[in-house]
């Protein structure tokens, strides 16, 4: 009777060594599956690693292409920094590895897809992550919008950004509510397009100027010596409206 084949996704770590090991000690055949995704690896040396523990064969598999293509620009476009502040390239690189993983077990007819993760997270032990590709698109992507889309679209867009790299950042990348979030996300960059030059220096992104044929930016709205279709009455009605419910709370305050 043959032995069920299993794919691992092996990175050559000590995690993803030992589950090898311990996979073929339960008398699986097991084929490595490695994804290159533009990280500095030597995957030759993983490779002959991975055989000299037992692995059936090992696949390396270049997945650069569909990376940047189907992960990383739109996550510049969607502005995914998860909490305010971390770049989103290792949790992004986890469902193009997914996809490619499953590809090679349907072809291959695996019976088990395999991984080496402990389970627990160790984004916080490991230090500082630098992403500096990344943060220049992201600073230049972030100032373009604030001229090329509507103040309330994009008030609304940066809630479902940060919504979106939560749902990425805790592996919901193919859930349903991630991919309502994207589609909404990817409808709101419609006219978001142009240039934006930057300064770079000792680690800061300064940006110093922006054109864009998509711009709502009016010069002579915001003109003090021209009117641009505004009239200085129309703030009557708007003053009132508003001053209604202040003056409504001054009452309640009186009273209380």
Known sequence: MGKDLVILAYSGGLDT?????WLIQKNYDVICFMADVGQNEDFEKAKQKAKSIGA??????????????????????????YESRYYLGTSLARPCIS???????????????SHGATGKGNDQSRGLYETPAGTVLHVAHLDLEAYALDKEVLRVKKYLQEKMADFVYNGFWFSPEANFTRKALELSQETVTGTVTVHLFKG????????????LYNKDLVSMDMAGGFSPEDSTGFININALRLKEY???????
Not at 17 to 21: G, N
């Open 204 to 215: 800061n992104v300064t940006v110093l100027a922006r054109k864009s044929k998509t711009s």
């Open 56 to 81: 059936k064969d090992v696949i390396v598999e270049d997945l650069r292409k569909e990376f940047v293509s189907n992960y990383m620009l739109p996550a510049v476009q969607m502005g995914l920094v």
């Open 99 to 113: 996809v490619g993983l499953v590809k090679a077990a349907k072809k291959l007819g695996a019976k088990y897809i």
């Open 250 to 256: 001054a009452r309640f305050t009186d009273q209380n």
């Open 17 to 21: 060594s030992c589950i090898l090991k």
